[in-house]
């Protein structure tokens, strides 16, 4: 049997990024063999309980989240009134979190600007900077013990004048801008903005970081930047996904969108 050159650099780490909508090609009994080889999942807001639960489950992965703009994201079908996180899932809202297996580090802000009154899921820039300056201390040790101070920004909005539209709905959080300057993960990953023509680019490059629109799913390879390679990703193991047996709304067409 061969042996690993220890010279080589360690592979890409993939990454299922979904946002806003359930997709059928991922919502699938298929799922599974399609995305079997990703190493987490991020949900990036606006995304059912269930759904992510469902990738969990039927992908067996780490999933990481930010909640979106809408109050109403965290229901279960026959209680409305009752809020639920995805269990089992790490929410990644104002909080910076390094992934146990893949090393990656990881943080998110939810929402998105605030644009109409009385709304518990848009946030004011002012809150946005709070998360920032409550934060800040975890990243700047993160540059002193690992290097960098992160590998993925994940947040519901993306930044202003990057990926945003110019409808108060759309618009980006003008505080992620100095957070990219200052904090430069290679990657940020957001939702948010419907991107329904696909001629239309989903990608634009801000500073140091790649700012990807990842709606309604990507799967996005990142460099391994951990200070240790990351640990071999387990095979799926053979069990049809529970959920997938439940809903099984037909088999996709399409490896990525
Ligand atoms: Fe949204």
Known sequence: MATPNQNQPPPP??????????????????????QGHVALVIGCGDLPTGYLEFL????NRPVYYVLGNHADELRRGCCRSEAAKPMGAIDLGGRVVRDPRTGLILAGFP??????????????????WWMIAKMAPRLLWNRLRHGRGLDVLVTHAPPRHVNDREDPAHRGYEALRPFLRWFRPPVHLHGH?????????????FEATRVINVFPYKVVELEPFAA???APVPAPDRATPRM?????PGSASTETP
């Open 111 to 128: 929402g998105s600007p605030r644009y109409g009154e009385h709304e518990p899921a848009q946030y004011a820039e002012r809150e946005i």
């Open 56 to 59: 969990a489950d039927a992908l």
């Open 228 to 230: 240790s390679a990351p």
């Open 244 to 248: 997938a047996r439940r809903t099984a």
């Open 193 to 205: 903005v419907h991107l329904y023509d696909r001629s239309l680019p989903s990608e634009e490059r």
């Open 13 to 34: 780490i993939p990454v299922l990024a979904v946002s806003d909508e359930t997709d059928p090609r991922l919502h699938s009994p298929t799922v599974r063999e399609r």
